[in-house]
């Protein structure tokens, strides 16, 4: 549709190029004095009118944009050139007696429409203000102290301020637009004054959390702020005196006032060696989100000889590599935060500078550092190298100052690995430190910090070139406007989380009551014990996890063992039925079996050698053939001794092809399973392949879950700490390396299984139960745990059947008689409905806090505008002081009610549901 009128569009845009229907106009609109000749650009309207009239006009508006006609065409000229003078100190249009020019009338002012100079006047009267006073009090920010020369308006900081946050834009980028916006050609000159607009929007920034914490209104001042003082708090978590019960520490849920913690560092967040605290100190010190920079670094020196502990865990290259990541370059590696884990927002005085790597003295000063402003008793961990960290944690503490030594052995903690990392632990892990089987910590997945990246990450291009005061003022104010975010938007959040937490209760504690339902009749004293056992080990973490799993079994080595085993007792009872001294059924069948592995091993390599393969790879290939050809043979001539049936069925398939002698790959080896069932075959060589086949097909799943996680833990390291095309390169062969050994693992596990199936009913196995454990494997099967199918969630997915098969034969009962797999699904079961449930009562009472903490906070603004804090002689000071405090108030209020009112129908809701489930 807009295509057909754009010629209507673009003969416009060329029209406001001209007079616009004022070309026969011989007097201004406003006077009439004749040839009318100036317009301006930022009024409404394209009227001409004379200098005295534009001149008149712009009194309230000095930095408007003008353009003069010439005869010919519009030429851009300015209010300073038509004698406009900006007179400060008085109100405006009065004049001054004893004026002051500025500087030969070249000031700078830097505006939303671009930089301007202007003709300014300040006050040079007896009561006059400093002209620092007389810029501000127009709302003109001045680049120095003494004597300026520059100012920023406050709409122009204001602005980017904001572009800031919202699109990450640098000050180089957002001031060089405002000078083209001046210029567009080069042509003019505008003076430079990106410094000055750097040093303003560093001090604008500052200035604004000073207002927003209320210093402004304290006794104390700006240097009576305390440390993490104007940090902008989390409203759902608990804070004593804030938002909790009087009674607190006495309730019998003691979970529901546990304070949820999320460790993690950052590497994007770097610094160059750039500039040192001398020349580039901080405003703040330790104000807000970092720690105060003297302390942390003069503790870091002194604890420069700590060694870094190894991990006894799988996954830990951020334990394990942390002394060796590179720092060429640079003085800063990344940035190391504690959050509150369950609403993602940045605690006072936890952020600090990594030197090297994630190293725990840094992690251990942010922790301790950021306790210091709690007094609650259960604290709930989160990091994902919490098995690894929280080892020797209090013995570390002892090294701090005292006054962050922690009362632990009077507190609860408990320490979690987040979700998503969780599958690249070893299995221990895995239960130990899940979020998923503790109790009293809802539906938390401690993955908070790495959804806070993504928003803070564009800065770091920016950042990572300031010094290190500049760095962490901007920084401090990125996270102050994410926090402040977070809270504005409590009121959608914690309802879209009840509105998903209140079916999923229901869901899961239905599905838990079938399940014991249905279990209760055969196993009803068992379920009991299990109860007792998973109770236990919620109440004390040391007692028997439940959730683990015994070590499995069955491999191909321990039923190898078993055949050499049941081969000795042939010997001494005289039974023993070997053909050949070297060689005996067992052994026959076991050799079979890896000359069947090779093969496939062969077949693989082979296919990715592509069609231009070397002299030097196509000559190990075939040195590689004629070895197993030849061990092909060797084996072969045994296998005749055991199944001589076997020569007459070769020299038969020989003449068929001819006597073309086939690849070794491709050498049928004719195992008992390739036997037609009509063909006779000693029961006794299916039976020892039926149990090999049993052990490799549970090798094969084993190499397939312990690639999986190997593959989960390569990429989660490649996406967080590799850059460049080497590193990524590298990464991508080793991957590709892991997935071959996935589909070698899914290949070898298809043929035990189709073995299986074939030999079970030869030996008397379709009953046992096996295919329970040994299901058919599909591609969607081979994932890990945390690969989510389509159409499934986090708290709805499923796990495939290779993660929760059964490592042992159905008849294999745990110590108390019942099946091992049964017992951890019933615990899961269980687990999966009191968390739902947990999250509810968990969700129910955040809300009441945030709805008590913007009282809290709102009677103490209330407070701030009584004026009892400060008594100023400065009458206008003081009704400021009050119309702020009173704005800040009326905000916490309303955004209570507006919680309260969107929560209403949901939380009816929520006591409904608590009445039906008191009344059955």
Same mark, same amino acid.
């Given at each position: 549709?807009?295509?057909?009128? $754009?010629?209507?569009?673009?003969?416009?845009?060329?029209?406001? /190029?001209?007079?616009?229907?004022?070309?026969?106009?011989?007097?201004?609109?406003?006077?009439? #004095?004749?040839?009318?000749?100036? $317009?301006?650009?930022?009024?409404?309207?394209? +009227?001409?009118?004379?200098?005295?009239?534009?001149?008149?006009?712009?009194?309230?508006?000095?930095?408007? *944009?003008?353009?003069?006609?010439?005869?010919?065409?519009?030429?851009?000229?300015?209010?300073?050139?038509?004698?406009?003078?900006?007179?400060?100190?008085?109100?405006?249009?009065?004049?001054?007696?004893?004026?002051?020019?500025?500087?030969?009338?070249?000031?700078?002012?830097?505006?939303?429409?671009?930089?301007?100079?202007?003709?300014?006047?300040?006050?040079?009267?007896?009561?006059?203000?400093?002209?620092?006073?007389?810029?501000?009090?127009?709302?003109?920010?001045?680049?120095?102290?003494?004597?300026?020369?520059?100012?920023?308006?406050?709409?122009?900081?204001?602005?980017?301020?904001?572009?800031?946050?919202?699109?990450?834009?640098?000050?180089?980028?957002?001031?060089?637009?405002?000078?083209?916006?001046?210029?567009?050609?080069?042509?003019?000159?505008?003076?430079?004054?990106?410094? =000055?607009?750097?040093?303003?929007?560093?001090?604008?920034?500052?200035?604004?959390?000073?207002?927003?914490?209320?210093?402004?209104?304290?006794?104390?001042?700006?240097?009576?702020?305390?440390?993490?003082?104007?940090?902008?708090?989390?409203?759902?978590?608990?804070?004593?005196?804030?938002?909790?019960?009087?009674?607190?520490?006495?309730?019998?849920?003691?979970?529901?006032?546990?304070?949820?913690?999320?460790?993690?560092?950052?590497?994007?967040?770097?610094?160059?060696?750039? =500039?040192?605290?001398?020349?580039?100190?901080?405003?703040?010190?330790?104000?807000?989100?970092?720690?105060?920079?003297?302390?942390?670094?003069?503790?870091?020196?002194?604890?420069?000889?700590?060694?870094? /502990?190894?991990?006894?865990?799988?996954?830990?290259?951020?334990?394990?590599?942390?002394?060796?990541?590179?720092?060429?370059?640079?003085?800063?590696?990344?940035?190391?935060?504690?959050?509150?884990?369950?609403?993602?927002?940045?605690?006072?005085?936890?952020?600090?500078?990594?030197?090297?790597?994630?190293?725990?003295?840094?992690?251990?000063?942010?922790?301790? =550092?950021?306790?210091?402003?709690?007094?609650?008793?259960?604290?709930?961990?989160?990091?994902?190298?919490?098995?690894?960290?929280?080892?020797?944690?209090?013995? #570390?503490?002892?090294?701090?100052?005292?006054?962050?030594?922690?009362?632990?052995?009077?507190?609860?903690?408990?320490?979690?690995?987040?979700?998503?990392?969780?599958?690249?632990?070893?299995?221990?892990?895995?239960?130990?430190?899940?979020?998923?089987?503790?109790?009293?910590?809802?539906?938390?997945?401690?993955?908070?910090?790495?959804?806070?990246?993504?928003?803070?990450?564009?800065?770091?291009?920016?950042?990572? !070139?300031?010094?290190?005061?500049?760095? &962490?003022?901007?920084?401090?104010?990125?996270?102050?406007?994410?926090?402040?975010?977070?809270?504005?938007?409590?009121?959608?959040?914690?309802?879209?989380?009840?509105?998903?937490?209140?079916?999923? #209760?229901?869901?899961?504690?239905?599905?838990?009551?079938?399940?014991?339902?249905?279990?209760?009749?055969?196993?009803?004293?068992?379920?009991?014990?299990?109860?007792?056992?998973?109770?236990?080990?919620?109440?004390?973490?040391?007692?028997?996890?439940?959730?683990?799993?015994?070590?499995?079994?069955?491999?191909?080595?321990?039923?190898?063992?078993?055949?050499?085993? !049941?081969?000795?007792?042939?010997?001494?009872?005289?039974?023993?039925?070997?053909?050949?001294?070297?060689?005996?059924?067992?052994?026959?069948?076991?050799?079979?079996? /890896?000359?069947?592995?090779?093969?496939? $091993?062969?077949?693989?390599?082979?296919?990715?050698?592509?069609?231009?393969?070397?002299?030097? %790879?196509?000559?190990?290939?075939?040195? $590689?053939?004629?070895?197993?050809?030849?061990?092909?043979?060797?084996?072969?001539?045994? %296998?005749?001794?055991?199944?001589?049936?076997?020569?007459?069925?070769?020299?038969? !398939?020989?003449?068929?092809?001819?006597?073309?002698?086939?690849?070794?790959?491709?050498?049928?080896?004719?195992?008992?399973?390739?036997?037609?069932?009509?063909?006779?075959?000693?029961?006794?060589?299916?039976?020892?392949?039926?149990?090999?086949?049993?052990?490799?097909?549970?090798?094969?799943?084993? =190499?397939?879950?312990?690639?999986?996680?190997?593959?989960?833990?390569?990429?989660?390291?490649?996406?967080?700490?590799?850059?460049? %095309?080497?590193?990524?390169?590298?990464?991508?062969?080793?991957?590709?390396?892991?997935?071959?050994?996935?589909?070698?693992?899914?290949?070898?596990?298809?043929?035990?299984?189709?073995?299986?199936?074939?030999?079970?009913?030869?030996?008397?196995?379709?009953?046992?139960?096996?295919?329970?454990?040994?299901?058919?494997?599909?591609?969607?099967?081979?994932?890990?745990?945390?690969?989510?199918?389509?159409?499934?969630?986090?708290?709805?997915?499923?796990?495939?059947?290779?993660?929760?098969?059964?490592?042992?034969?159905?008849?294999?009962?745990?110590?108390?008689?019942?099946?091992?797999?049964?017992?951890?699904?019933?615990?899961?079961?269980?687990? &999966?409905?009191?968390?739902?449930?947990?999250?509810?009562?968990?969700?129910?009472?955040?809300?009441?806090?945030?709805?008590?903490?913007?009282?809290?906070?709102?009677? *103490?603004?209330?407070?701030?505008?009584?004026?009892?804090?400060?008594?100023?002689?400065?009458?206008?000071?003081? +009704?400021?002081?009050?119309?702020?405090?009173? &704005?800040?108030?009326?905000?916490?209020?309303?955004?209570?009610?507006?919680?309260?009112?969107?929560?209403?129908?949901?939380?009816?809701?929520?006591?409904?549901?608590?009445?039906?489930?008191?009344?059955?």
């Amino acid at each position: 549709m807009w295509l057909k009128h $754009r010629g209507i569009f673009l003969r416009e845009f060329i029209r406001l /190029e001209g007079r616009c229907g004022q070309a026969s106009a011989q007097s201004c609109l406003e006077c009439n #004095r004749p040839s009318p000749e100036y $317009r301006c650009e930022d009024c409404l309207g394209s +009227e001409l009118y004379c200098t005295t009239c534009i001149l008149s006009a712009h009194v309230r508006h000095p930095l408007h *944009r003008l353009q003069r006609w010439n005869g010919q065409y519009f030429e851009q000229t300015s209010l300073k050139t038509l004698g406009l003078r900006i007179q400060l100190g008085h109100t405006t249009g009065q004049k001054c007696l004893n004026p002051q020019r500025a500087f030969n009338d070249d000031f700078v002012v830097v505006d939303t429409r671009g930089i301007h100079e202007v003709a300014l006047d300040f006050c040079n009267c007896a009561t006059a203000e400093s002209h620092m006073q007389q810029l501000l009090r127009i709302s003109w920010f001045p680049s120095t102290t003494s004597d300026p020369k520059t100012a920023a308006t406050f709409s122009v900081l204001e602005q980017y301020h904001l572009l800031s946050f919202e699109s990450k834009i640098s000050t180089y980028e957002f001031y060089h637009a405002l000078r083209r916006m001046s210029d567009n050609t080069g042509l003019l000159p505008v003076k430079d004054r990106y410094e =000055s607009f750097l040093r303003m929007i560093r001090e604008w920034r500052h200035l604004k959390m000073l207002k927003r914490s209320g210093r402004g209104h304290e006794a104390s001042g700006i240097d009576g702020t305390a440390e993490g003082e104007c940090a902008i708090l989390c409203p759902a978590c608990p804070h004593p005196g804030k938002n909790l019960p009087a009674d607190w520490k006495d309730a019998p849920r003691q979970w529901l006032y546990g304070l949820f913690l999320a460790i993690d560092a950052n590497f994007r967040l770097k610094r160059k060696a750039v =500039s040192n605290d001398n020349v580039d100190p901080s405003l703040s010190r330790g104000w807000g989100y970092f720690v105060e920079e003297d302390a942390y670094k003069g503790f870091l020196h002194d604890s420069a000889d700590s060694i870094q /502990e190894k991990s006894m865990c799988s996954s830990h290259a951020a334990v394990n590599m942390a002394d060796t990541k590179s720092n060429r370059g640079l003085a800063v590696t990344g940035l190391g935060t504690i959050d509150c884990a369950r609403h993602n927002m940045k605690r006072p005085n936890a952020v600090g500078d990594l030197q090297k790597g994630e190293r725990y003295i840094n992690m251990d000063y942010l922790f301790f =550092s950021t306790l210091r402003h709690t007094v609650l008793d259960t604290l709930n961990v989160s990091y994902d190298i919490a098995c690894q960290w929280h080892k020797r944690l209090w013995h #570390r503490m002892s090294a701090f100052p005292f006054s962050m030594h922690l009362s632990h052995t009077v507190k609860t903690v408990s320490f979690f690995v987040p979700k998503f990392h969780l599958p690249a632990h070893i299995e221990q892990c895995q239960t130990s430190f899940s979020f998923n089987f503790k109790s009293g910590v809802g539906r938390t997945d401690g993955e908070a910090p790495e959804r806070g990246w993504a928003n803070i990450n564009p800065v770091a291009s920016s950042t990572k !070139e300031m010094g290190p005061g500049a760095r &962490r003022d901007t920084l401090d104010d990125y996270f102050g406007d994410s926090n402040w975010k977070k809270l504005v938007g409590l009121g959608s959040t914690m309802l879209r989380k009840m509105k998903d937490a209140l079916p999923e #209760r229901e869901n899961h504690r239905e599905a838990f009551e079938d399940l014991d339902d249905g279990l209760r009749g055969e196993y009803g004293a068992t379920l009991e014990q299990w109860r007792e056992q998973v109770e236990a080990w919620e109440r004390d973490a040391a007692q028997p996890n439940p959730f683990e799993r015994k070590a499995e079994s069955i491999t191909m080595a321990s039923v190898r063992l078993e055949l050499a085993r !049941e081969d000795q007792i042939d010997l001494q009872t005289g039974t023993y039925l070997a053909l050949h001294e070297d060689c005996t059924p067992s052994v026959l069948i076991s050799t079979g079996l /890896e000359l069947e592995e090779q093969q496939r $091993r062969m077949k693989a390599d082979r296919a990715g050698l592509g069609v231009h393969a070397t002299d030097n %790879q196509e000559g190990k290939m075939l040195q $590689r053939s004629n070895t197993l050809r030849r061990r092909i043979d060797a084996w072969g001539k045994m %296998q005749e001794l055991y199944m001589p049936f076997l020569a007459a069925l070769r020299a038969s !398939e020989a003449s068929v092809s001819n006597n073309v002698a086939a690849a070794p790959e491709a050498i049928k080896l004719w195992l008992p399973s390739h036997i037609s069932r009509t063909s006779p075959c000693d029961t006794r060589l299916q039976a020892i392949e039926w149990k090999l086949r049993y052990g490799q097909a549970h090798d094969a799943l084993r =190499s397939l879950r312990s690639n999986l996680r190997a593959l989960t833990a390569i990429l989660k390291y490649k996406d967080r700490h590799l850059r460049g %095309q080497g590193a990524n390169t590298r990464a991508r062969n080793t991957l590709k390396a892991v997935e071959a050994r996935i589909e070698a693992a899914a290949s070898t596990y298809e043929h035990a299984r189709k073995s299986l199936v074939v030999l079970a009913p030869r030996v008397n196995q379709t009953q046992s139960g096996w295919h329970s454990s040994l299901r058919p494997l599909d591609r969607a099967d081979i994932r890990s745990m945390t690969d989510i199918l389509w159409g499934e969630s986090e708290g709805t997915r499923k796990l495939s059947w290779i993660w929760s098969m059964r490592g042992a034969a159905p008849n294999e009962m745990d110590n108390d008689n019942t099946l091992e797999d049964m017992r951890i699904e019933w615990c899961k079961a269980r687990a &999966r409905a009191m968390r739902w449930a947990e999250e509810v009562e968990l969700l129910k009472e955040e809300m009441r806090r945030i709805l008590q903490f913007f009282e809290w906070d709102a009677q *103490r603004w209330d407070e701030r505008g009584l004026g009892n804090a400060l008594q100023l002689d400065d009458a206008d000071q003081h +009704e400021g002081q009050m119309a702020y405090a009173k &704005r800040q108030a009326v905000l916490r209020r309303m955004l209570a009610e507006s919680f309260k009112t969107s929560w209403a129908d949901t939380l009816a809701l929520v006591d409904t549901f608590e009445d039906m489930d008191l009344s059955t």
